[in-house]
């Protein structure tokens, strides 16, 4: 039989099937997909709360508050875990302690245990009965802060300013009045950089003494 537009009932019905067949499907996938997104927080929120377990409330405020702090002078947020750990903690600790409570790669541990102790944050300790080295963190922050400057800070601005003398240059090819803008920001740039170091010499002062 064919309905009034010609179209074969048995044709519309095996087109509807079908269209059922395909929305039941998209509908598994899309229900699936959710109990997958469900899963993975549910598996991050133990994660969380595991790692939560390994560390006191004092761990996890001071490892917080040294993240903030590292971050604003360009550190990653694993120096922070790290220096802020150690600068709690009542016992030195391995490098595989420090991976462990923080949840850090080993890689991450290594190369923030490396810059730590070379800005003279954290030191190596003799443990008995221990082949491992174990750290402590050196609770001068004046002494961080100081050879931080001399070490990290003051080689970046001095990349800054070489950065700037490219800048300079490259205006000079431009033209106007672009040309004319561009070396108006170069120059608050330079302005920037300036104070900045005359500023060097009073804060390391202020930090030592």
Request: hydrophobic letters at 45%.
């Amino acid at each position: 039989m064919r309905n009034g537009g010609g179209i074969p009932f048995s044709g519309t019905i095996r087109a509807t099937e079908k269209g059922r067949q395909e929305l039941n499907c998209s509908f598994l996938i899309e229900i699936s997909e959710q109990f997958d997104y469900l899963d993975e927080l549910l598996m991050n929120q133990a994660l969380s709360e595991e790692h939560a377990r390994r560390l006191s409330r004092l761990d996890i405020e001071a490892i917080e508050m040294f993240i903030s702090f590292l971050k604003l002078i360009g550190l990653p947020k694993s120096v922070g875990e790290i220096y802020g750990l150690l600068f709690v903690s009542s016992q030195p600790l391995s490098m595989d302690d420090l991976i462990e409570k923080l949840q850090i790669s080993m890689g991450a541990a290594s190369q923030g245990l490396k810059l730590l102790r070379s800005v003279g944050a954290v030191k190596v300790v003799y443990t008995p009965g221990e082949r491992r080295d174990h750290y402590v963190a050196d609770l001068e922050l004046s002494k961080f802060a100081a050879s931080f400057i001399k070490e990290e800070l003051n080689p970046r601005m001095q990349r800054a300013l070489e950065r700037i003398e490219r800048m300079e240059k490259e205006a000079l090819l431009m033209e106007e009045p672009e040309k004319a803008i561009a070396f108006q920001r170069i120059e608050r740039l330079k302005h920037w950089m300036e104070r900045g170091q005359k500023m060097m010499p009073w804060i390391l002062r202020f930090l030592v003494s």
